[in-house]
């Protein structure tokens, strides 16, 4: 018969391992609360990183309602508006020369005439932002005669 004070040395193993489990498991869960903590000021960090550089870009483009549809278009396509203008060797958004210079510059990039697919595909964009910008002031003048007239 065992005495309740009489304590095996099989017991103490056994105790002395649950202890060194929840030792472990202690450290176990800190370290994944301190890399939570890392990755949460990462992400915050690169959150406000973002933020302030959309606010960078819009005021870049124009600042106020204007420079936010720009901003936006600019990311959406790719290619800012003045890189656009660059490209295809425009100063002002003409139609005719838009197209003009487009063709231009596609024939002469052309791969089957030794050009250059990279370039090619930058023409392009270019021309494609450059369709979007007069697109937009279209409507922004036609909404402008609707408004004149209605006056």
């Known amino acids: 018969m065992t005495h309740a004070c009489c304590v095996s040395q099989k017991d103490v193993c056994l105790v002395r391992r649950q202890e060194e489990n929840l030792v472990m498991a202690k450290y176990l869960v800190q370290a994944v609360v301190l890399g939570a903590q890392v990755v949460g000021r990462a992400f915050s960090k690169a959150l406000r990183q973002e933020f302030q550089n959309a606010q960078r870009a819009q005021q870049a483009a124009g600042g106020g309602r204007q420079g936010a549809k720009r901003a936006a278009s600019d990311s ?22 838009v197209e003009k210079n487009y063709t231009h510059l596609f024939d002469v990039n ?28 279209e409507v922004k003048s036609e909404k402008k005669q609707k408004e004149d007239s209605a006056s």
């Open 76 to 97: 959406m396509m790719g290619i800012s508006l003045q890189e656009a203008k660059q490209i295809l060797n425009v100063d002002k958004l003409d139609k005719e020369l």
């Open 110 to 137: 052309d791969k089957k005439k030794g050009g250059s697919f990279y370039l090619q595909s930058k023409v392009y964009r270019a021309k494609e932002r450059l369709d979007e910008e007069l697109r937009q002031e």
